[in-house]
């Protein structure tokens, strides 16, 4: 879908123009490589340092805790430094977060990971602003292309992660520090931009602007599903194939499930922003990824159906999609970028709070009941809250 000719006019060359699309991708595709590069590497990591499992989880669970503490603390950097300036700057803390991660030693392992954290929930916040800013006419369209190439970030470095370290015999360290390079090739991409990105925002009360939130019903919503969806997203990640595994399906099987749940995740992210972005009321988008989720959940619920693939990628699908979704009701109702991006820090810090207990949660109901069919009733009812928020967020309405 080609950008507006209204939009290129009234706010620059066409040539500025998708090298900002651009910048943008080069963002979004470091927003998830540092993460997902660390998951495949887990057993080289314990072996190498003998942490137990209960100090590596922390490398997931810093980067959330830090994604839920400094979001809705964005804004405050913006209107020092714009979203230009801050978003260098956290391409900046990233490479140097990843370069500090793969040092020696157990401490750097640890700082390096809340570094990088800190540095994501920048872009995080800020990617949805500069859409609300730059694309507001094509929302839609520039959200599904820049959560899709998060995906793709993601499944690139769980993909290399291991040959990087069996193959070129670089090392788990070396392994994760490749990513400091990319972050450092956006770091240079962005650079111009720092000059065409002047801060011409409103300078409204940040302490109005945040009770204002707190007070809005709408905006409360766009963070429970913002939470919700970001819950289900991370069970699926931690525990998908822990299930199929107790299903009597292999570990190569279970882990093709899992990527396979990645790469319907992508095609949700591409599809269901850029179809909602064509709607000014995106309810029947919410009921329908409700039915498909329910249908995905309640077939891995009942393993005598078969067809496992099937309802992963439905799963997949819909997590994918919710995420872009989330995203964009950020964009699609707020009324200028300072708006949204106070908005995406609400939704954000409230969102991966809530995300965080996921996968600790439906993990400890499968150590009391010994099975997972209480722990998949659990989403189930995630999936029917997400349905209720949603609805409340999907309403052609501001905050």
């Known amino acids: 879908m080609p950008i507006s000719q209204s939009d290129l ?16 991708l080069f963002i979004a595709f470091n927003l998830r490589s540092a993460l ?22 922390l490398l997931t669970t810093l980067p959330l805790i830090a994604f839920a503490v400094v979001s809705s603390f964005t804004s405050l950097f913006t209107r020092r430094f714009g979203i230009g300036g801050t978003l260098l700057g956290a391409l900046f803390l990233l490479a140097v977060g990843i370069a ?3 040092l020696n030693g157990i401490v750097t392992l640890y700082l390096g990971t809340l570094l990088l954290g800190i540095a994501i929930a920048f872009g995080n916040v800020l ?9 507001s006419s094509r929302s ?8 899709s190439v998060m995906g793709i970030g993601a499944s690139i470095a769980s993909g290399i992660s291991i040959p990087l370290v069996d193959r070129l015999h670089w090392g788990w360290r070396g392994s994760l520090a490749i990513w400091s390079i990319s972050a450092l090739l956006a770091f ?18 940040y302490r109005k602007a945040m009770k204002a939130l707190g007070k809005s019903p709408v905006a409360w919503k766009i963070a429970l599903f913002m939470g919700l969806q970001s819950l289900t997203g991370y069970v699926i990640l931690a525990w998908l194939p822990a299930i199929l595994q107790s299903r009597g399906y292999n570990d190569e099987f279970s882990g093709w499930m899992l990527s396979l749940a990645q790469v319907a995740g992508m095609a949700g992210s591409l599809v269901i922003p850029l179809w909602a972005g064509k709607k000014t009321n995106q309810r029947s988008i919410v009921a329908f990824l409700a039915v498909v989720e329910t249908v995905g959940i309640l077939g891995l619920l009942f393993p005598h159906a078969g067809l496992v693939g099937v309802w992963v990628f439905l799963i997949g699908f819909v997590t994918g999609g919710t995420f872009g979704l989330a995203l964009l009701f950020i964009v699609l109702r707020s009324k200028d970028a300072q708006a949204t991006t106070e908005l995406s820090g609400m939704a954000q810090s409230i969102g991966y709070l809530i995300a965080a207990t996921g996968p600790i949660i439906f993990g400890s109901l499968f150590d009391i009941t010994g099975n997972w069919n209480d722990s998949l009733i659990l989403l189930l009812l995630v999936a029917f809250l997400k349905l ?11 905050l």
Do not use: D
Request: no cysteine.
């Open 140 to 147: 839609g369209f520039i959200t599904s292309l820049y959560v």
């Open 388 to 398: 209720y928020t949603g609805l409340g967020a999907a309403k052609n309405r501001g």
């Open 127 to 135: 990617l949805p602003s500069l859409v609300k800013w730059k694309f």
């Open 100 to 102: 500090i991660r793969s």
């Open 9 to 24: 006019k009234s706010k620059g060359s066409k040539t500025e123009r998708y090298l900002l699309i651009a910048g943008i």
């Open 36 to 57: 997902a590069s660390v998951g495949p590497l887990i057993s080289h990591i314990r072996s190498s340092t003998g942490l137990p499992n209960s100090m590596l989880g």
């Open 188 to 205: 240079f991409i962005w650079l111009p931009q720092l000059n065409r990105l002047k801060n011409t925002e409103p300078n409204h009360s």
